[in-house]
């Protein structure tokens, strides 16, 4: 366990490392360190937490497959891996062991970052997105921009912008991206096999394409009389996930590790997806209300309002499975306010500590 104030850190897919915001607003990073993204290249693994501190304080972080991400003071910056320009950067493929300021015209709130691209969320509600396009054996990147051109620099998604809309959160697969609206819908782009982008196809996309599913069914059991309100979202490599106010997750795509943790009806085979959102029913039919959740590459953690953690996925369980552990004590599990996900690892931040584990608690 490592004792120190923290802040919540963002996911994303393929992860062998963490990181973490503490309360003096410094930046702690830990795990692999090839292709330079925790700025520790001559060694293959740190297991030590060297940290960075901005000049205007760290405000939220995310881990992509091969580079990192943060924000301070409304300014991003990005380190590791440019092979595919995913660090927004104008000359392609120079990787760089050193935090570099992406410019951006705008403060930005949020960045999320997949297997080949990235994406923020700027302070008038604008996405923009960079990285790979996409390929014709390969199929569509995440990018969203209406053609499979790579970009080297952020690039603002105009589709949102034309018709007025702002949006609150992003998140990234490993070649999709989901986002989230202020009003309350949720879109969609990239790669579309085993169902992930939730519109009951698997065909590809360039553009975002909303996922109406919320609009046209109710299959809540908390509330339901309410329409569904999505608040969060998340994605693993070729997977999604919802969460609603009234505390229930949602999830669809592939199924292989029981990563949507629907249980024995939907196999967890290598075949197995869904198409559609597919409402976690075995939680809030025990009166499980979710309050956060995460994705990992090919697992969900979630969080209760009861503070309870379940886990599911990596071919461990297919669905959810409460968390407990003989090495720590009961009191390890307690106050707990947020959850991440990585690679094959879980965690979860207290008052004034953040515990890692290996994905199967």
């Not at 760290?58 to 991400?69: K, L, M, Q, R, V």
């Not at 760089?96 to 709130?109: F, Y």
């Not at 990234?172 to 609206?181: I, N, R, S």
Request: a negative charge.
């Amino acid at each position: 366990m490592i004792r120190f104030a923290v802040r919540p850190v963002a996911r994303a897919v393929r992860v062998r490392r963490f990181a973490a915001t503490a309360e003096a607003r410094r930046l702690w990073r830990w795990g692999a360190t090839d292709s330079g993204f925790l700025t520790q290249a001559e060694a293959p693994e740190k297991s030590t937490s060297p940290s960075l501190e901005a000049e205007k304080g760290i405000e939220t972080a995310a881990c992509g497959s091969s580079h990192s991400a943060f924000v301070a003071g409304g300014r991003l910056y990005a380190y590791g891996s440019n092979k595919y320009s995913q660090l927004g950067r104008e000359i392609p493929g120079a990787s760089t062991q050193e935090p570099v300021q992406i410019e951006m015209d705008l403060a930005v709130r949020q960045v999320a970052l997949g297997a080949y691209h990235s994406a923020c969320v700027c302070e008038d509600g604008s996405l923009w997105t960079w990285g790979w396009g996409g390929g014709f054996f390969h199929g569509a990147g995440a990018l969203g921009l209406g053609h499979r051109d790579s970009a080297t620099t952020p690039q603002k998604v105009e589709q949102f912008t034309q018709h007025g809309q702002k949006i609150s959160s992003v998140a990234c697969g490993a070649q999709h991206t989901l986002v989230l609206t202020t009003d309350g819908h949720l879109y969609a782009t990239g790669k579309g096999d085993f169902g992930r982008l939730g519109r009951g196809d698997t065909s590809d996309e360039i553009d975002f394409h909303e996922i109406d599913y919320f609009e046209h069914t109710n299959d809540s059991i908390l509330s339901p009389g309410e329409e569904a309100k999505i608040v969060k979202i998340g994605a693993g490599e070729n997977f999604s996930a919802a969460m609603s106010q009234q505390g229930e997750l949602w999830v669809w795509g592939r199924n292989d590790y029981g990563q949507l943790g629907l249980g024995e009806e939907a196999m967890g085979d290598m075949y197995s997806a869904e198409r559609f959102p597919r409402l976690v029913r075995s939680l809030p039919s025990d009166g499980h209300r979710i309050v956060d959740f995460a994705c990992g590459e090919h697992h969900v953690v979630v969080l209760t309002s009861e503070g309870v953690l379940f886990e599911w996925g990596d071919r461990t369980w297919l669905e959810p499975h409460r968390v407990s552990s003989p090495q720590v004590d009961d009191e390890d599990f307690r106050d707990i306010v947020k959850v991440a996900a990585g690679d094959k690892r879980a965690g979860f931040s207290q008052a004034d500590a953040i515990c890692l584990r290996h994905s199967a608690m």
